[in-house]
């Protein structure tokens, strides 16, 4: 399998419509973003494991939500959870030059893990931060859009005042172990307005405005 294979997957099902999402996955090789021994499967629409339990999304999940973000060149978004670096080289390949990326990971092994995979691909303007993301990152904000990569029981609450007015915020939500609702939100006059995007299955966030493990 090919990442030909997905991208016309996602083509022919309009999954993905935005040439610059579909732009970006061809340029961003995810090989480059799972463990060498995995390398035979890292084009199959399937999550992967990385390190410490925590997983790579599965790709067509990644493609949505890269989508539903609405990034344009120059726009500056935070992430919780690094992972692998994936999702953040292919929001920084989008935003370009004039934007940055700021993503935040909790386990340090991993956040050195994101570092070295984004030197291989060649993406700058992504910034990997160990520390608790469920925070925020007041330093750098406010953001354009904001996307948490894992699932959390509500938008935490600092993240509302990092969001620029008529930003976006994503994230999976709800209480639910094994499936949460991708909500995006946009913030009008300092409210989010939510819409439901799908049921989706991601790791738990962790810190002060995650799940008590
Ligand atoms: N975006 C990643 C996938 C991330 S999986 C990729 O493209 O590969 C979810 C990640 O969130 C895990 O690495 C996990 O360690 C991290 N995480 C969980 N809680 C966190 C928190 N409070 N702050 C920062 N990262 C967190």
Same mark, same amino acid.
């Given at each position: ?96 030059? #004039?934007? @940055? +990326? %700021? &993503? ?9 893990? !994101?570092?070295?995979?984004? *030197?291989?691909?060649?993406?700058? #303007?992504? @910034? +990997? %931060? &160990? ?9 750098? !904000?406010?953001?354009?859009? *904001? ?67």
């Amino acid at each position: 399998m090919t990442i030909d294979y997905l991208l016309n997957y996602w083509k022919t099902n309009r999954i993905v419509t935005e040439k610059r999402v579909l732009e970006a996955f061809k340029k961003i090789d995810r090989r480059l973003f799972v463990p060498q021994h995995l390398w035979h499967v890292a084009y199959q629409d399937t999550p992967l494991p990385l390190l410490k339990g925590q997983t790579i999304s599965q790709p067509t999940t990644v493609a949505i939500m890269t989508q539903a973000l609405r990034l344009k060149p120059g726009m500056k978004v935070f992430e919780v959870g690094a992972g692998s670096g994936y999702q953040a080289a292919l929001i920084g390949y989008i935003v370009g030059d #004039n934007g @940055k +990326v %700021i &993503t935040l990971e909790y386990f340090p092994e991993l956040a050195d893990m !994101a570092k070295r995979n984004l *030197i291989k691909a060649g993406i700058k #303007n992504v @910034k +990997v %931060i &160990t520390g608790d993301g469920s925070l925020g990152y007041p330093k750098e !904000a406010p953001y354009d859009r *904001i996307i948490l990569t894992c699932a959390a029981p509500d938008f935490p609450p600092p993240f509302i005042k990092q969001l620029k007015e008529n930003g976006i915020i994503l994230a999976p939500l709800g209480n639910h172990r094994f499936s949460q609702q991708l909500i995006r939100a946009t913030k009008r006059k300092g409210k989010l307005i939510r819409e439901a995007l799908g049921s989706f299955v991601f790791v738990p966030l962790r810190g002060k405005h995650g799940f008590k493990e």
